[in-house]
């Protein structure tokens, strides 16, 4: 009996990988991380990659909500959402907000968006458990932003196919559903992909070990042909665009930041620490976001920063986060405090009560943070 496929919907994966060199920033510092997480080049500005497919449209709450799909060269079309004002003149500040992991796979960065009665109830309960209640690309579109949302590589549309499930995956499931008769659970479909999803993980990663990258280094490049779809979307001024992010978000901020230096600005919420304070209690809270073999050789987690030094950052901590250590959150705070050489704008942190969610003040800061940075005079989040 032949095996399922351990790569299902990226069959071309591996011939992509071996045509494809590695992705240049302009700097020798964020060159050399870029080589260690494995990013491969971006595409060709004419390539068909940027060809952007607009299809559906809303109006909800005071936004237009606008479905936008492209082909990148291997996988899946990714399938994305663009929130913007609905009365605004003349180009706007862009806004790439990036979704969590949030051991949620099944879709991507629908969870970031309000589309009215259309919201799929599975959708709304996860804003309420990590965006209490927020749909923050309507929040931060009200507020004077053109907000880009996307389904980064393994998450939503740019899923792995796991029907067949490849063998762990499924020994995984097989386990799980064990239980889920033992406690009288109907699993749904969400829930079984999430599943499957979380074992899968390991084996992407491992894939992409064997293709000379890393599951990180995939994931930024499916972040960095979002930006530059952002940059060249007409309701966006290019001069002006910030990226941002809670948890597993935030990290894939973080790295765009390192790897792009023309940002204006960045958020990053509940994703700081340094890497010795993982061990030995934290590892496993994690995901291969940030577990890149080789980066804490090249700079520690808070130390991308520092390869933006024209990037405005605010960094958001919760006291009570259970992902992290408060000594580790305490020690990264106090690395990018001393970043001195990027001077006193380059870096704000922000403590907030609570656990590791992204909560209607991290919200509303997040917001001032990026319309101060952006463009000044702008609405705000209230």
Request: charged fraction near 20%; charge should be negative; proline fraction near 7%.
């Amino acid at each position: 009996m032949a095996k399922a496929s351990a790569i299902g919907g990226y069959e071309d994966w591996p011939a992509f990988m071996t045509s494809r060199r590695r992705f240049a920033p302009t700097s020798a510092d964020s060159e050399r991380v870029a080589n260690v997480v494995g990013v491969p080049a971006l595409p060709a500005p004419d390539d068909s990659a940027y060809t952007v497919t607009r299809s559906e449209e809303s109006v909800v709450g005071g936004v237009r909500v606008s479905r936008l799909s492209w082909q990148l060269p291997f996988g899946p079309p990714t399938s994305a959402r663009l929130v913007t004002p609905l009365h605004h003149e003349g180009r706007l500040p862009g806004l790439l907000w990036m979704h969590c992991h949030g051991g949620n796979k099944w879709l991507g960065g629908e969870r970031l968006v309000d589309l009215g009665q259309a919201t799929d109830p599975d959708v709304v309960a996860l804003q309420r458990k990590l965006y209490e209640g927020r749909a923050v690309a309507n929040d931060f579109a009200r507020a004077g932003f053109a907000v880009l949302v996307h389904d980064a590589f393994s998450w939503g549309s740019r899923g792995f196919v796991l029907d067949p499930a490849p063998e762990r995956a499924g020994d995984a499931l097989r386990a799980a559903t064990a239980q889920w008769t033992a406690d009288g659970v109907r699993p749904s479909p969400e829930l079984t992909y999430n599943t499957l999803a979380a074992q899968h993980e390991n084996t992407v990663a491992k894939a992409a070990a064997l293709l000379g990258t890393s599951y990180a280094g995939m994931v930024a490049y499916d972040d960095l042909v979002a930006l530059a779809i952002l940059r060249q979307l007409p309701e966006v001024d290019p001069d002006w665009v910030g990226v941002g992010g809670f948890s597993g978000g935030g990290g894939r901020a973080l790295m765009l930041a390192a790897l792009d230096q023309r940002l204006t600005a960045c958020v990053v919420s509940c994703m700081m620490t340094t890497h010795e304070s993982l061990f030995p209690a934290y590892l496993e809270s994690h995901s291969w976001l940030l577990s890149t073999p080789g980066l804490a050789a090249v700079c520690d987690w808070p130390a991308l920063s520092s390869l933006a030094p024209t990037t405005r950052f605010l960094v958001q901590y919760a006291l009570d986060d259970p992902l992290f250590p408060v000594e580790g959150m305490r020690d990264a705070d106090r690395l990018l405090r001393d970043q001195t050489d990027a001077g006193p704008e380059h870096y704000r942190g922000a403590w907030h009560p609570g656990g590791h969610i992204f909560t209607a003040a991290m919200l509303a800061e997040a917001g001032a943070h990026l319309s101060t940075a952006l463009q000044e005079g702008l609405p705000g989040i209230s």
